[in-house]
């Protein structure tokens, strides 16, 4: 791996606040900048491509993930394939023994993702106003680990999720599918109703982190 430079919002040692890992310790490395901007984005302060936060070497945030002594590593941002160096270094962590997670809008293409990295992809509802960036290609390249994230504003979204699945044959081609209520907007409880009433195999995806910590708190 070569020691390319990379732009970095944050680093840090705690748990999984959401996905099929929840409540697991992993380590964040969130990258700074995203070209999307969803309505609801509850990480603003990563969101400027421009903005330089914390430059650092990929040898650089190896030794800062090491130190922690945490095989889970979760890349995360703003939108980390905005920096491609970030591929070799996950593939690195890989070679290391790593658990490695992307988390992604999937806007940008998956094809040249490891195999090995678990992808869990953020596909914008249209109550996000993002819904026109979605890459539809990328669904064909998931594998029956990786897990689809929808955050759901209203029951229009929840409905466009509904016709997307099933359009795609989603259910029973990944290893979770993750429907996540806006935090503050839309009640979990109803989200629950409509999930119910329908039998959906799907799961739902609370922040915990929002429930355990300040909402607004970084680092956790």
């Given at each position: 791996?070569?020691d390319s430079?990379?732009?970095?919002?944050?680093i840090?040692?705690s748990i999984?606040?959401e996905?099929?890992?929840?409540?697991?310790?992993?380590?964040?490395?969130?990258l700074?900048g995203c070209p999307l901007?969803?309505?609801w984005?509850?990480t603003?302060?990563?969101l400027?491509?421009k903005?330089?936060?914390?430059?650092?070497?990929a040898?650089?945030?190896?030794?800062?993930?090491?130190?922690?002594?945490?095989r889970q590593v979760?890349?995360?941002?703003g939108e980390?394939?905005?920096?491609p160096e970030?591929?070799?270094l996950?593939?690195?962590?890989?070679?290391d023994g790593?658990e490695?997670?992307?988390?992604?809008?999937?806007?940008?293409?998956?094809?040249?993702i490891d195999?090995?990295?678990i992808?869990i992809?953020?596909?914008?509802c249209?109550?996000?106003?993002?819904?026109?960036f979605?890459n539809y290609?990328n669904l064909?390249?998931?594998q029956?680990?990786?897990e689809?994230k929808f955050?759901?504003?209203g029951?229009?979204?929840y409905q466009?999720?509904k016709?997307?699945?099933k359009?795609h044959?989603?259910?029973n081609k990944?290893?979770?599918?993750?429907l996540?209520?806006?935090?503050?907007?839309?009640e979990?409880s109803?989200l629950?109703?409509?999930i119910i009433?329908?039998?959906l195999?799907v799961?739902?995806n609370?922040q915990?982190h929002?429930?355990?910590?300040?909402p607004?708190k970084?680092?956790v």
């Open positions: 791996m070569n430079i990379l732009n970095i919002s944050e840090f040692h999984q606040g996905g099929a890992r929840a409540g697991e310790r992993c380590v964040f490395v969130r700074q901007r969803c309505r984005c509850d603003p302060y990563a400027d491509l903005r330089n936060e914390n430059i650092m070497s040898v650089e945030i190896i030794d800062r993930i090491r130190a922690y002594d945490c979760m890349f995360t941002g980390p394939l905005s920096q970030i591929i070799p996950m593939q690195q962590l890989c070679d790593c490695v997670f992307l988390e992604t809008a999937g806007n940008i293409s998956l094809a040249n195999k090995r990295i992808k992809v953020d596909m914008k249209p109550g996000s106003a993002m819904d026109m979605n290609a064909a390249l998931l029956p680990k990786d689809l955050v759901i504003a029951r229009d979204d466009w999720t016709n997307l699945c359009e044959s989603l259910y990944i290893f979770t599918i993750h996540s209520p806006v935090f503050g907007e839309l979990p109803e629950i109703e409509w009433a329908d039998n195999p799961r739902i609370l915990i929002k429930y355990i910590w300040h607004d970084r680092g």
